[in-house]
């Protein structure tokens, strides 16, 4: 793995008194032994048994969980086949149970198939779970979510949500970008991901620089730290994250809000809806359309814009409201299904 800047620590807080200003840090921290007190991550610290034992007590057996399931020769890498049209892994859906106490009998096997069930929501799932492992976001409300797995590589991406992510079992190695090394990292397809978001194409544990020149400046910018049972890292909106599970028996928890009204549609929408009708346009009308852009969203000052109309007569031009995203939502849809 490459060396990082080590991301700057703060310890002694605790997950229910975590000051905002924390939670709103433009800057990736991590929180020494925030959650350290947590059941789970006392059970971890005991032993894998004990761990399993404390999420089956949650477990309601009501629905399957989606596992991740890859040949020992992915080496954890879940990530596409060679020509990036496939992946090197199958889904399958599975008690969580089972996916337990799977993850059990390969403890001691050297290479065992990669087992990833990821992103499962924690009061779907196992209910009850977060009263006896609670942490107080400040009136947020976050979406929780659990991470199961062996060891395992997810190739660096972004998130549009803050992320507060907390190693309850296991060990994690966390690697970040600022989101201004987007042209330094080889992301792949937009519209065709491993998981939803686009990653990296760069093997961190084996870079071909040939390849990927660019990503040497990357690593000049790259921040890192090695998480042990009961510590935390809060990765800022759109801060690229590459995240290694690196024991046989790994679990995370992590909490993701946006600072934004939740009636604001996700930007990537917007990028999609550029890419479709903009990017591809004369040189002369891209520039025209450049523009237009910065004079409405980019550069927009609303007394430069629509000083000119009437407010009540403002509609889009006025500051969005849950109103106007509703309207223009409807408005787009009818556009885009013409």
């Not at 008194?17 to 709103?24: K, Q």
């Not at 977060?130 to 998130?159: C, K, M, T, V, Y």
Request: contains cysteine.
């Amino acid at each position: 793995m490459p060396v990082a800047e080590p991301i700057r620590e703060i310890a002694g807080l605790a997950p229910d008194a975590l000051p905002d200003e924390v939670l709103r840090s433009p800057e990736p921290l991590v929180l020494r032994d925030l959650v350290g007190r947590w059941p789970m991550v006392q059970a971890a610290r005991r032993s894998v048994p004990a761990a399993i034992a404390y999420l089956k007590r949650f477990d309601h057996g009501g629905m399957p969980v989606v596992a991740t399931v890859a040949p020992p020769e992915a080496a954890g890498r879940v990530f596409y086949d060679e020509d990036i049209d496939g992946f090197n892994f199958r889904r399958e859906k599975i008690p969580l149970a089972v996916a337990l106490d799977t993850l059990r009998k390969y403890l001691d096997d050297p290479a065992p198939p990669s087992i990833y069930v990821a992103s499962t929501t924690v009061d779907t799932f196992l209910p009850g779970f977060r009263g006896e492992n609670a942490i107080d976001l400040g009136g947020r409300d976050p979406l929780a979510s659990i991470w199961i797995g062996n060891r395992s590589r997810i190739p660096a991406h972004q998130d549009v949500p803050d992320n507060l992510a907390c190693v309850v079992a296991g060990r994690r190695r966390v690697t970040l970008f600022p989101p201004s090394q987007l042209e330094n990292l080889y992301i792949g397809p937009l519209d065709h991901t491993p998981a939803g978001q686009a990653v990296s194409l760069v093997d961190f544990h084996a870079p071909d620089h040939a390849r990927f020149p660019k990503f040497a400046e990357a690593l000049r910018h790259a921040r890192g730290a090695v998480l042990e049972p009961g510590d935390a890292v809060l990765i800022p909106s759109m801060w690229w994250h590459h995240m290694e599970g690196l024991e046989a028996f790994n679990v995370l928890v992590n909490y993701w809000w946006r600072q934004s009204p939740a009636w604001m549609d996700t930007p990537m929408n917007a990028l999609m809806l550029a890419i479709m009708s903009v990017r591809d346009l004369p040189p002369v009308e891209r520039a025209i359309w450049k523009d237009v852009f910065a004079h409405y969203v980019f550069d927009y000052d609303e007394a430069e814009a629509a000083g000119h109309i009437p407010e009540p007569a403002r509609r889009a031009l006025a500051p969005m409201d849950e109103a106007r995203v509703r309207h223009l939502r409807a408005l787009l849809l009818r556009r885009l299904d013409r």
